[in-house]
């Protein structure tokens, strides 16, 4: 432990939202609880699990952790701002219970938080149910720091949830985590926006968290994850009043139009697949986008009638 050497550091608010996942929100625990840097105190907000989840958290010997228990609602959203609201951190930061955090995560992070940035994120790797690296599907990580909103909407800056790190009078600012329905499992993607137009941010280039892909991951259980983004660049659309970042939102907006026209192809849904093309295009997608999603699209439903004779 290196508590001596910052002491100058406030206290961290760390918030883990969890519903029935007592084995993997064990091993999230355990990767606060290894924490080199130990200011900090953990808000573990139970969704009115079944298992044993609250029990077993209760029973840890160690009183920076406290875990709430709530009636099951089923919103992350309104998870995390419990938690926030709970804490009393001058910094969050946000584990989902799924994932872990390397040992120097909080440590390395506030090392890059001394020249007055309000918020920070940083390299994060996918592994799968055996803790074994895989691919990430969001490609290349790249460390931006300073003003990156147009690259948050671009997606060319990666920012997940479990590597974000955030001054609690900033979360005040920008206000909490967005409850709409439509927006579960992208409320973090929506909340990230306005971190991004509000203040600059510090980026690292070092590991800080590990993200798990299995079958019971949130967002492996919503099928209309195109739309949920679709639907969080028209809300930024309706929210802001800058000419070229809505520019830059409808063509993103435009591009999941496709991908959800791609889907409807492969359901055999020509129609809604058709409206989706049409809004797709009005809104500005490439044509090479557009064309090339309909051979997949096409290609996807002849290999699957191949599986099914």
């Known amino acids: 432990m290196h508590d001596t050497i910052f002491s100058k550091y406030p206290l961290v608010t760390v918030v883990i939202p969890t519903y029935n ?5 064990q091993q999230a625990i355990e990767s606060v609880l ?20 609250v029990k077993i958290i209760r029973s840890i010997p160690d009183s920076r952790i406290r875990v709430l228990e709530m009636p099951h609602c089923g919103n992350i ?3 995390r701002n419990t938690g926030v609201k709970a804490g009393s951190g001058e910094w969050l930061a946000f584990l989902d219970s799924d994932d872990i955090w390397v040992p120097q ?7 890059t938080l001394q020249d007055g940035q309000r918020w920070g994120y940083g390299r994060f790797e996918l592994m799968n149910e055996k803790m074994q690296p895989i691919p990430n599907k969001a490609g290349k990580y790249r460390a931006l720091s300073g003003w990156i909103i147009r690259e948050v909407l671009t997606c060319e800056a990666s920012v997940n949830i479990g590597t974000l790190i ?7 600012e920008v206000g909490c985590f967005n409850i709409e329905s439509r927006l579960i499992c992208r409320e973090d993607y929506e909340f990230v926006l306005r971190l ?8 690292t280039s070092e590991l800080l968290a590990r993200i798990r892909e299995h079958t019971d991951r949130t967002t492996s ?3 209309d994850g195109n739309e949920r983004t679709a639907f969080v660049y028209g809300h930024f659309m309706r929210e802001q009043h800058d000419a070229a970042l809505v520019k830059i939102a409808r063509r993103q907006r435009a591009y999941e139009f496709t991908e959800i026209a791609i889907k409807r192809i492969k359901q055999k849904k ?11 295009l009005i809104h500005g997608d490439k044509w090479r986008h557009i064309l090339s999603a309909i051979r997949r699209g096409f290609s996807a439903g002849r290999e699957n009638n191949r599986e099914i004779i």
């Open 166 to 172: 955030v001054e609690r009078s900033l979360f005040n």
């Open 105 to 111: 995560r909080l440590e390395m992070q506030l090392r």
């Open 196 to 203: 991004a137009l509000h203040a600059e941010t510090v980026a």
């Open 77 to 79: 959203a309104v998870l």
């Open 34 to 53: 290894g924490q080199t840097y130990g200011n900090w105190e953990l808000i573990i907000v139970d969704d009115g699990s079944g298992d044993d989840t």
């Open 270 to 280: 020509y129609l809604p697949a058709t409206r989706q093309l049409a809004k797709a």
């Open 221 to 223: 259980v919503f099928d």
């Open 21 to 25: 996942r007592l084995l993997l929100v």
